[in-house]
């Protein structure tokens, strides 16, 4: 199969687009579900906290997370200012939006979880965006590698690849399936469902980016968003162990 092929111009405005219809489907989608349950508007002084929280914190973590990922483009950012707001990461975004908003809560003295309804949005937010990166294809980097699967995808360079743009669609197609097949068993422990989300995506990135080309080596064929998932899961699973025992002997 072959891809659609564009101009590196016209792959940057299209990957552009994308992104931006993500955040403005996961953003809808996020209020849709607090009108649904009859909460407050985001605008409400905590809300409105925990949603400048989540975007501040996703921007800064999606961001970083891409600069730990190509620390060769370092020297090349230095003579040019504009490369240092350029790149993007999934991963780097949940895990920023989840310090951001955690921060947030601490700030305005909120205890109640407030991630599940981030599930929604996300997952939606992914699919559209990856369909941003597939369509941008070589100029994007998050093609795979060579493959002999027949499903593999020519980007425009006369080799098959594993398309992980889609792979990562269907993940998290299936992941947000499931969990709102368990969402009554889930619902008993508020939180739980983002934390199972968040985790299993780490996983699934961990995976996945190992069949990406390796832009830096930290080690054992380690790309730094594998590394920051390995981190990431280190620290929030032993929670995610604790509410799942706490929901199984309720």
């Known amino acids: 199969m072959t891809a659609p092929l564009l101009t590196a111009d016209a792959a940057r405005y299209t990957h552009l687009l994308f992104e931006w219809l993500a955040l403005a489907t996961g953003v809808q989608l996020y209020r849709w579900q607090r009108r649904r349950a009859g909460q407050p508007a985001m605008l409400q002084p905590g809300s409105f906290a925990v949603v400048v929280g989540c975007i501040l914190g996703a921007a800064i973590g999606n961001k970083l997370v891409f600069w730990i990922e190509m620390p060769h483009l370092w020297a090349a950012a230095a003579k040019d200012w504009r490369l240092i707001a350029s790149g993007q990461s999934i991963v ?3 895990l920023g939006g989840l310090i951001g908003v955690e921060i947030a809560k601490k700030l305005t ?3 109640r979880s407030t991630g599940d309804q981030f599930i ?3 997952v939606a937010g992914t699919v559209v965006g990856r369909i941003g990166c597939f369509l941008a294809g070589l100029h994007d980097g998050t093609y795979g590698t060579p493959t002999a699967l027949p499903w593999g995808v020519d980007f425009g360079d006369g080799i098959a690849r594993h398309p992980t743009q889609l792979y990562d669609m269907l993940f998290v197609l ?3 399936l499931l969990l709102w097949r368990s969402r009554a068993a ?3 422990h508020s939180g739980l469902a ?3 989300y968040l985790s299993s995506y780490l996983a699934w990135r961990l995976l996945v980016d190992g069949i990406k080309p390796l832009p830096f080596d930290y080690g054992l064929g380690l790309s730094g968003i594998q590394l920051v998932c390995l981190l990431a899961l280190a620290a929030y699973l032993p929670a995610v162990y604790r509410n799942v025992k706490e929901v199984q002997a309720t």
């Open 194 to 196: 983002f934390k199972l």
């Open 174 to 176: 299936v992941v947000g």
């Open 109 to 111: 003295g909120i205890t």
């Open 120 to 122: 929604l949005p996300l």
């Open 186 to 188: 889930l619902a008993r």
């Open 92 to 94: 780097g975004g949940l």
